[in-house]
């Protein structure tokens, strides 16, 4: 039997390659004869550089940049074939590089990100595929902006400070300084938010409560964001505030889109693609997928559903393994997943649930018993 396993991160537990591995194991305690692939995948989230540098065989680049707060944060990419980069924004401008007690968008910049995109730029990469979920950040994508040469300037000409607090001063923006190269760049992001830059759908007022504003700075960042997409639209020639994807990442989706000429794709397609694992599944008999919480939302274009929807292409039976199941991940059967099994097998805290030997214990124990019953011929279950 050929078995390819393709499931995302447990998030703060285990990462694709890890999750993969002990399935894998499980799969060959049932069935030692059976040749098992590990695929890594992710959706553009945490993990995403993981997972494409162990899919591909991509180099990992290590470097210091400027975190979410300005403070020094050390970040990484992958490069691949010596011109692709691979990177995560949340690398350095993540929501978890900060402490709780510290989290404030009107401070939080992206600036690192175009600090990680310089640095690859001139070691030769013109193409980028960055995953930006996970930020901590609703700057507009200023601060990325800043470190690629773009001038944000206030009224006494000088660059604005970090975080959305910039953003409201910003009295003019000039593109001529930018760096040269970035015109001979792609930008492919993954990005499965479809919101807007600003309103009631907007990036301010969705996700920056959860990166430490209270209401009325909520109010006050959409109209921040409100001002700076005028002034973008009077620098760049285009509106791009209520394009798909523009509040992705506190607004770096429309700094992607307006000034780099970026394209926003869905992440869990984007990244299938890199690791070409369409070719993988359309020759195994079962595939393998999963995450740490299967529920609703997984079935609305996640890592997993997009496993299953290749496997759908090619008569592929896809099952899912997860770490829990909430209400409503049946949606996840209409998509293509055939089946899913939550690995706990007792009652436990969370933090004991998301130990990393735990887990990978309950994925590999999980795994081999689907694949003893599995590997029974119809006949004999008779």
Not at 198 to 212: A, N, Y
Not at 224 to 248: H, I, K, P, Q, W
């Amino acid at each position: 039997m050929n078995i390819v396993i393709a499931i995302d991160s447990f998030k703060g537990s285990l990462t694709s390659f890890e999750a993969g591995n002990a399935i894998k194991k499980g799969i060959l305690n049932a069935m030692p004869k059976a040749k098992v692939e590990v695929c890594p995948i992710a959706d553009g989230g945490e993990g995403t550089v993981d997972a494409i540098c162990e899919a591909t065989g991509a180099t990992l680049r290590r470097l210091t940049v400027r975190g979410p707060l300005g403070e020094p944060t050390e970040a990484y990419y992958g490069i691949l074939d010596g011109k692709i980069a691979v990177m995560e924004m949340a690398k350095a401008s993540g929501l978890p590089l900060i402490p709780a007690d510290k989290r404030n968008p009107m401070y939080t910049t992206t600036y690192g990100v175009g600090e990680m995109i310089y640095d690859a730029i001139r070691l030769g990469c013109r193409e980028f595929i960055i995953g930006i979920g996970g930020s901590a950040t609703n700057d507009g994508g200023i601060g990325m902006l800043q470190a690629l040469g773009f001038e944000l300037l206030d009224r006494d000409g000088v660059n604005v400070p970090y975080g959305a607090l910039g953003v409201g001063i910003i009295n003019s923006i000039h593109t001529e300084n930018a760096v040269k190269e970035l015109k001979e760049c792609t930008f492919h992001i993954a990005c499965d938010v479809t919101n807007p830059l600003c309103g009631p759908l907007g990036c301010s007022e969705i996700f920056s409560r959860q990166k430490g504003a209270d209401d009325e700075t909520v109010r006050i960042m959409d109209s921040y964001l409100d001002r700076y997409a005028s002034m973008t639209a009077e620098a760049v020639g285009t509106d791009n505030r209520n394009a798909r994807g523009a509040g992705a990442a506190g607004g770096l989706g429309f700094a992607f889109i307006s000034y780099l000429n970026g394209s926003l794709e869905n992440g869990s397609a984007l990244i299938n693609r890199l690791a070409r694992l369409e070719d993988k599944i359309k020759k195994a008999d079962i595939v393998v997928t999963g995450e740490g919480r299967l529920d609703s939302q997984t079935a609305m274009g996640k890592a997993p559903c997009g496993v299953a929807e290749i496997g759908v292409k090619y008569g592929v039976p896809v099952i899912a393994l997860s770490g829990s199941v909430a209400d409503g991940a049946e949606a996840c059967n209409s998509k293509g997943i055939v089946a899913f099994f939550p690995i706990l097998r007792e009652i436990c805290t969370l933090e004991k649930a998301l130990n990393t030997e735990y887990a990978s214990k309950n994925l590999e124990k999980t795994a081999e018993q689907i694949f003893r019953l599995i590997q029974i011929k119809p006949r004999e279950c008779r």
